[in-house]
Each structure stands twice: as structure tokens, then as C-alpha cells.
T-cell receptor
Framework: EAGVAQSPRYKIIEKRQSVAFWCNPI?????LYWYQQILGQGPKLLIQ????????DSQLPKDRFSAERLKGVDSTLKIQPAKLEDSAVYLC???????????FGPGTRLTVL | GNSVTQMEGPVTLSEEAFLTINCTYTATGYPSLFWYVQYPGEGLQLLLKATKADDKGSNKGFEATYRKETTSFHLEKGSVQVSDSAVYFCGCWGSARQLTFGSGTQLTVLP
């Protein structure tokens, strides 16, 4: 079974630029999560989707971050404009509705200069 | 909301030493508890989990027992290897149906 796929793996941008990350969850997983992991910390939930609907985006900085999950499969997370403090690893995870276990992708490491 | 407190690192051990990484949680009800491992440059991999009190999760020589009376889920391994060097995260899945992580513990095993 293929795991969660993410791209790109690395991205370097300058502040005030825009960036987008892509995630393809495990086939059949209805629930998809985006996390932000700042160096030295545990992952922090940004947004949770159930199929193509948002379940929880209470910790998403909506003035600059947006996410969508069209057709309930792939998802994109966008930052516009980026700030220095957005430098982090962005992790995507998915979960089967019948389980409590989340499966993580390899992450995208973003560096904002 | 839920919270997870993990033993602060970094932890440095010699090969074949005994490992304990402490984890305590705060949650209502009966959460599921997890240990994830993160190798350099990679995402989080599920190491083990336990879903009810007194359950023991185990994988690759690692073990953790769900202790509701002490709200703990300490990770142990009897004999660590260099390849176990990684960051370990304790997680709690509670009634809010969200996974809350501790801050992670960096483990380095020296040959």
C-alpha cells in the first residue's frame, strides 16, 4: 500500500513570496490533516479535512494560509505572503475513518529568507 | 483540550543501554496513546500504540504500557542500537478526535 505522498520535499523562498504544498493521502482515507512542525517542537495541527469539507481550521492563520481538498482526495496548502516565522516542516497525514491512527508523509521543509 | 508532556532531551546512550522516555498526558475520557518516531529528514512513523488502560504496545523491541492511574505511557527498550537514533514523539488521541503531540525527545545512541 502506498503511503502519503508530499511534494516538494524542500522549498526555499524569500519573505512575502507565495508557496504551495501538495499532498496525496493513502487511498481511501477520508480524513486528511496538515501540520506545521517548527524545529525542536512537536507537530501542530493547522487544518483537518473530512472528505472535501473542513472539520477544524481553528489554528490556521487565515490571513496568509489557505488549504483546499478538491474532490476529497489530494490537498494543497498555500502560504501567501510568507513570513520568516513560517520556516518549518509541513506535514500531511491521513486517517481511515474506522481507525484512530494517522499516517504521515515525509513532509515539506520550507525555509523563508 | 488534551496535553502531552514528554521527557526533555537530548538523551545520549551507549549501544545496548536501557532506554526510558517518559510521557504523561492530560485528557478527558479514555484516549488512545501513541509513540511516533522521526528519523532525520523524514516524516513521523507510527512506532506503537495502545487504546485502553493496561494495554501494552510493542514494536521493534520498544514497549509502552497505558497506565491510566498515573496518566502515563512511558517508552522503553531493553537494548538500544545506533539505528534507534531519532526523535520520539508521544501522542494522545482524545475525545476531540485530534492528535496532540509532546515536544519530542531526541535520542542519540553511540557505538
Amino acid at each position: 500500500e502506498a503511503g502519503v505522498a508530499q511534494s516538494p520535499r524542500y522549498k526555499i523562498i524569500e519573505k512575502r513570496q507565495s508557496v504551495a504544498f501538495w499532498c496525496n493521502p493513502i487511498s481511501g482515507h477520508a480524513t486528511l490533516y496538515w501540520y506545521q512542525q517548527i524545529l525542536g517542537q512537536g507537530p501542530k495541527l493547522l487544518i483537518q479535512f473530512q472528505n472535501n469539507g473542513v472539520v477544524d481550521d481553528s489554528q490556521l492563520p487565515k490571513d496568509r494560509f489557505s488549504a483546499e481538498r478538491l474532490k476529497g482526495v489530494d490537498s494543497t496548502l498555500k502560504i501567501q505572503p510568507a513570513k520568516l516565522e513560517d520556516s518549518a516542516v509541513y506535514l500531511c497525514a491521513s486517517r481511515d475513518a474506522r481507525e484512530d491512527t494517522q499516517y504521515f508523509g515525509p513532509g515539506t521543509r520550507l525555509t523563508v529568507l | 483540550g488534551n496535553s502531552v508532556t514528554q521527557m526533555e532531551g537530548p538523551v545520549t546512550l551507549s549501544e545496548e543501554a536501557f532506554l526510558t522516555i517518559n510521557c504523561t498526558y492530560t485528557a478527558t475520557g479514555y484516549p488512545s496513546l501513541f509513540w511516533y518516531v522521526q528519523y532525520p529528514g523524514e516524516g513521523l512513523q507510527l512506532l506503537l500504540k495502545a487504546t485502553k488502560a493496561d494495554d501494552k504496545g510493542s514494536n521493534k523491541g520498544f514497549e509502552a504500557t497505558y497506565r491510566k492511574e498515573t496518566t502515563s505511557f512511558h517508552l522503553e527498550k531493553g537494548s538500544v542500537q545506533v539505528s534507534d537514533s531519532a526523535v520520539y514523539f508521544c501522542g494522545c488521541w482524545g475525545s476531540a478526535r485530534q492528535l496532540t503531540f509532546g515536544s519530542g525527545t531526541q535520542l542519540t545512541v553511540l557505538p
